[in-house]
Each structure stands twice: as structure tokens, then as C-alpha cells.
């Protein structure tokens, strides 16, 4: 691991956390706790087998990470975050808060995962009517669909469909995602193709949260 050799926080928090893929790893044990191999690779399109093996090798020697044999039936190796690897979130959080500005401009390139959601749903929404009955939202994009739950106010998602959900919305990622982080409003996403089905009026009860850092 090469070092800045800068007697500075931020330097030697770098030294850590600073290379290429360390923070994506870190995000992708963040959304999914405990993780195969496998997982993270399906989480990380694009990185090399090696390289993600050298990143969780740094990663544990900082400390960050942890390795657990997980019995049968899953019988193989399982990734965790420990407290100092933990300790990123609210890091990840605000740089996820300051790259939103350029999630608008899409490549036409970019690979999603639905499990990415978890995002802007934790950072964006939240319940403006804590005391109305649950609502669930199925967002189809990405690589399978999710469900955005909306009860007592609280705003949670999940991976997976519902028998009978609320609202459905089906679409490329930068148009689903615009909906739910308040960059487009759903008229102008029908217009982008954005599809849905059931009561658009469940959007009104989602209600965007304003950013600490964005006034």
C-alpha cells in the first residue's frame, strides 16, 4: 500500500481509503452486509478479479475488513465491514450528497444495479404522511427490480416484487432515479418513457428531503 507520507488526517485517511475501487467495495458491504466474493463482483462491473482480492486484502489489513467461513449452507467465505469500516457511512453518504449534481448528465455507458436505490431512497425520501396506511412502490430498472416501502415514517428498500404493489415504476436508471431524487418531476419523466402503473397520487406522500449541506 503506498503511503502519502504526509502527517495530515485526511492524508493518512487516504493512505486507507484512497485507491481506486476501495470505497466502491466499501459501499457495496455497506448496502449488503455480509458478502461473497461473488457479490462483489457482481456489485463492482468492471473490476478485475486481482484487483478486487488485493483491495480486500488492504482493506483487511486496515482493518476495515473482516473475513468470516460462514457454515452450510452457504459454506464459503463472507466479507464484513468492522466498526472503523462502519465509520465510512456517513463519509460515503456525503459523497454521494456531492456527486448527486452530476447524476443528471448521463453517459449512455453506465452500468446500474437496483441494489444502488438504497441511495437516494435513504438520502432523498421520506414519509410526509407517517400516520396513512403502508405503500409500496416496485421500481423495475437495473439488473431486477425493488420495492421502496413506505410506512410509520419510515422509508425503506428491498430487492424483490410485491403481490399487488401501490405504484410501479419501470425505466432506465437515470429516468427512475431522477423521479425519486426530485430531478424530474414524474410528468417529465413519462415524456423521458418512463412507465408506471397504479396511483401516481403515492408519489405525493413521498416527500424529498432537502439536503443539510444543499442550502
Not at 412502490?137 to 419510515?154: K, S
Not at 417529465?188 to 418512463?194: D, I, K, P, Q, T
Request: hydrophobic residues 40%.
Amino acid at each position: 500500500m503506498r503511503s502519502y507520507n504526509q502527517y495530515c488526517a485526511v492524508a493518512k485517511a487516504l493512505d486507507v481509503v484512497g485507491d481506486r475501487w476501495t470505497l466502491l467495495i466499501v459501499r457495496e458491504l455497506l448496502l449488503r452486509g455480509g458478502s461473497r466474493y461473488t457479490d462483489l463482483q457482481h456489485g463492482l462491473p468492471g473490476i478485475a478479479t486481482n484487483l478486487l482480492g488485493a483491495r480486500l486484502k488492504e482493506l483487511e489489513d486496515g482493518g476495515l475488513v473482516r473475513r468470516e467461513s460462514a457454515p452450510p449452507p452457504v459454506a464459503t467465505t463472507l466479507y464484513h465491514l468492522t466498526d472503523a469500516g462502519r465509520d465510512l457511512q456517513p463519509v460515503l453518504a456525503a459523497l454521494g450528497r456531492w456527486g448527486a449534481r452530476f447524476m443528471p448528465e448521463p453517459t449512455g455507458e453506465e452500468v446500474f444495479r437496483s441494489h444502488w436505490l438504497a441511495f437516494p431512497v435513504s438520502e432523498f425520501l421520506r414519509d410526509g404522511e407517517p400516520e396513512g396506511p403502508p405503500v409500496t412502490i416496485e421500481v423495475r430498472t437495473g439488473d431486477q427490480p425493488a420495492l421502496i416501502e413506505v410506512a410509520g415514517g419510515e422509508v425503506t428498500t428491498r430487492l424483490g416484487t410485491a403481490p399487488s404493489p401501490d405504484l410501479v415504476l419501470e425505466g432506465d436508471a437515470p429516468t427512475v432515479v431522477g423521479v425519486l431524487s426530485g430531478m424530474l418531476s414524474l410528468a417529465e419523466a413519462r415524456r423521458l418513457g418512463l412507465r408506471t402503473e397504479g396511483s401516481a397520487a403515492v408519489m405525493r406522500r413521498v416527500r424529498y428531503r432537502v439536503p443539510a449541506d444543499a442550502s
